[in-house]
């Protein structure tokens, strides 16, 4: 069992979570074509370590951390579907922006991920693709190890396919 996180580290988790939030979405619509609804409409104030600091105090760390984990999910059922060209484009945008990629999110949080590892082998196309995607992010902070066995359940998926 791992050690309970402090203060800080709860802190620096959810700053990563809310910048990546904030990028992905950015870099989702730009790859689409599309315009973000509240790009360029981002009120400063908001921004600032003054309303974080209050925003933390007023709802709680654990509150707003919990609630971050659970809109990671959330992105990561967004971009299931993506091809491993569109997460590899996301991840490049998102590594120049200086926050978590995509494929980093789904290595922490994706529940789906861990089960894929403890099971041993890929069950559907929607699995395939989520290895996919994080296996084409060649510069994935993932141990080798387990980066040798995503390729090897990826392959085995491939050759009953």
């Given at each position: 069992?791992?050690?309970?996180?402090?203060?800080?580290?709860?802190?620096?988790?959810?700053?990563?979570?809310?910048?990546?939030?904030?990028?992905?979405?950015?870099?989702?619509?730009?790859?689409?074509?599309?315009?973000?609804?509240?790009?360029?409409?981002?009120?400063?104030?908001?921004?600032?370590?003054?309303?974080?600091?209050?925003?933390?105090?007023?709802?709680?760390?654990?509150?707003l951390l919990s609630g971050?984990?659970?809109?990671?999910?959330?992105?990561?059922?967004?971009?299931?579907?993506?091809?491993?060209?569109?997460?590899?484009?996301?991840?490049?945008?998102?590594?120049?922006?200086?926050?978590?990629?995509?494929?980093?999110?789904?290595?922490?949080?994706?529940?789906?991920y861990k089960s894929i590892?403890?099971?041993?082998?890929?069950?559907?196309?929607?699995?395939?693709?989520?290895?996919?995607?994080?296996?084409?992010?060649?510069?994935?902070?993932?141990?080798?190890?387990?980066?040798?066995?995503?390729?090897?359940?990826?392959?085995?998926?491939?050759?009953?396919?």
């Amino acid at each position: 069992m791992s050690p309970l996180k402090t203060q800080d580290e709860k802190r620096r988790e959810y700053e990563e979570l809310t910048a990546f939030f904030d990028r992905f979405l950015f870099h989702c619509y730009s790859i689409h074509g599309m315009k973000s609804s509240a790009e360029g409409s981002r009120d400063p104030r908001f921004e600032s370590d003054e309303w974080k600091k209050a925003e933390i105090e007023y709802y709680g760390l654990p509150s707003l951390l919990s609630g971050a984990k659970e809109a990671a999910n959330d992105m990561i059922q967004m971009s299931v579907d993506m091809t491993a060209d569109q997460v590899r484009r996301i991840d490049a945008a998102l590594r120049v922006d200086g926050v978590l990629t995509l494929s980093e999110v789904r290595v922490r949080y994706s529940g789906r991920y861990k089960s894929i590892l403890k099971r041993g082998r890929i069950r559907s196309d929607m699995e395939f693709r989520m290895v996919a995607g994080i296996l084409a992010d060649v510069e994935s902070t993932i141990p080798t190890e387990e980066r040798a066995r995503l390729e090897r359940l990826s392959f085995e998926y491939e050759q009953k396919a």
